[in-house]
């Protein structure tokens, strides 16, 4: 079973059985239990047997794998083969979509969120774009267009003046390291951009929380705070955000002056063993050196073997915007966003104006099952410190806000507009 990045091949039945055994194995060890959600994995795979067997390519054993993980209603659980490189558009083109109705003509994809640095954004697209075709077939709900990294993508989208235009969309290249317990393939947008948008208002547009220990993007974060100065209140615009994990620690202690209590991360290890939260390991500062890195890896990495943590803000001190945060979230804001906002709700540090997130907040883990292929499955479970969880739940906003296809297509970003009236009276 060898191939080229996302070419198909067949796929024996003996190798298909190994593999579901495997995952299955590491599905009943590994994935954690989430209150009423304790999906019967022997149980689905052992139901989904033929179906599993009959799918003899790549592409059609991947596809019934993830079909039958999705009915265990987790987040961060996929099947897919360490060779390849599809995408779908927010890891691709790091661009997300609504659903619009084109006054009658049908529902269309709408972009809507599309972040600095990122494929789409570099090509030309902006919020409030109509995806009509991909490479020149047509694309609408429900079917979400899915990219290949590595080869560019033709688009044609419609304007909000009415015209239409052809976009070339350049992919980065997938990593070529074929490694076993690979990620899933990714284009990396600007972690966090900044601007001044009047004297007083600093804007912050966070995409993702980048690095394994958080230094990464704890410097390019201080960075982009510093380029507005000593803003007295602030936009923090969390809308797609794409996750990471304890990056968002910087974040999260830029809202507050003190050490604060954010919340905790068990896995099923920990949680089948019995734990106080004031007894798991505590991350309440960021790595500034090599010599913080190899410490943190000694203690989290080989004397921490269980990996269940808590977290605690950093104790940076005052900042002249507190008190006068307002936070844009929506539904496509996910797992370390959603806890970042989270954390904001549950303090009183911000006031969040968007919609409802996606409830996406679980550790996931790759683990390697044979022949190439890799499962990711939630490993660990997040719970904010009073105990609440995220997952299948979200972070509703203070102050609902939908995106409009008409705002935008007069040029206006209704969800900014109302975090600045918002911000005005703070």
């Given at each position: 079973m060898t191939g080229q990045p996302d070419s198909d091949f067949r796929v024996e039945p003996s190798a ?6 495997k995952s299955v194995d590491l599905l009943e060890s590994k994935c954690i239990r989430l209150g009423d ?263 989290f990495l080989v004397l921490n073997r269980d990996r269940s943590i808590r977290l605690t803000t950093e ?112």
């Open positions: 298909i059985r190994a593999i579901v055994k959600v304790a999906p019967d994995w022997r149980g689905l795979f052992a139901a989904n047997e033929a179906s599993l067997e009959r799918a003899s390519s790549r592409a059609a054993f991947e596809t019934e794998m993830n079909r039958v993980l999705a009915q265990g209603r987790l987040s961060h659980v996929a099947f897919f083969h360490s060779s390849g490189s599809s995408a779908p558009a927010r890891y691709a083109i790091n661009a997300t979509f609504c659903s619009a109705d084109l006054n009658g003509a049908g529902e269309r994809w709408m972009f809507q969120d599309v972040h600095p640095g990122g494929p789409a954004e570099r090509a030309g697209i902006r919020p409030g774009d109509i995806l009509l075709e991909v490479n020149g077939k047509p694309s609408m709900p429900p079917s979400l267009p899915t990219f290949t990294l590595g080869q560019d993508a033709d688009l044609l989208v419609s304007r909000g003046d009415g015209s239409t235009a052809s976009i070339n969309v350049v992919l980065p290249k997938a990593p070529a390291n074929g490694k076993p317990g690979a990620k899933p393939p990714m284009a990396e947008p600007t972690s966090v951009t900044a601007s001044m948008l009047d004297q007083e208002v600093g804007y912050l547009r966070v995409a993702f929380f980048p690095g394994v220990n958080g230094q990464r993007f704890a410097r390019e974060f201080e960075s982009a705070l510093a380029s507005i100065g000593e803003c007295r209140r602030l936009v923090v615009d969390l809308r797609g955000n794409l996750g990471g994990f304890v990056g968002s620690l910087r974040l999260m202690s830029s809202l507050t002056p003190d050490r604060t209590p954010v919340g905790y991360s068990l896995t099923r290890k920990g949680s089948d063993r019995g734990w106080r939260r004031e007894s798991l390991p505590c991350v309440d500062h960021l790595p500034k050196g090599r010599l913080d890195v190899l410490r943190m890896a000694l203690r104790g940076l001190g005052a900042r002249p915007f507190h008190g006068r945060v307002v936070m844009l979230i929506n539904e496509h804001t996910l797992s370390a966003g959603e806890m970042v906002a989270a954390f904001a709700a549950e303090n009183r540090l911000a006031t969040l104006v968007g919609t409802r997130t996606g409830g996406q907040v679980l550790g996931g883990g790759n683990f390697a099952v044979g022949f190439g292929f890799v499962l990711r499955l939630p490993a660990a479970a997040w719970f904010m410190w009073s105990g609440a969880a995220v997952e299948g739940v979200g972070v509703v906003p203070h102050i609902g806000v939908p995106a409009h296809f008409q705002s935008y297509k007069c040029g206006v970003d209704g969800q900014l507009a109302a975090a600045l009236e918002t911000l005005g009276t703070l």
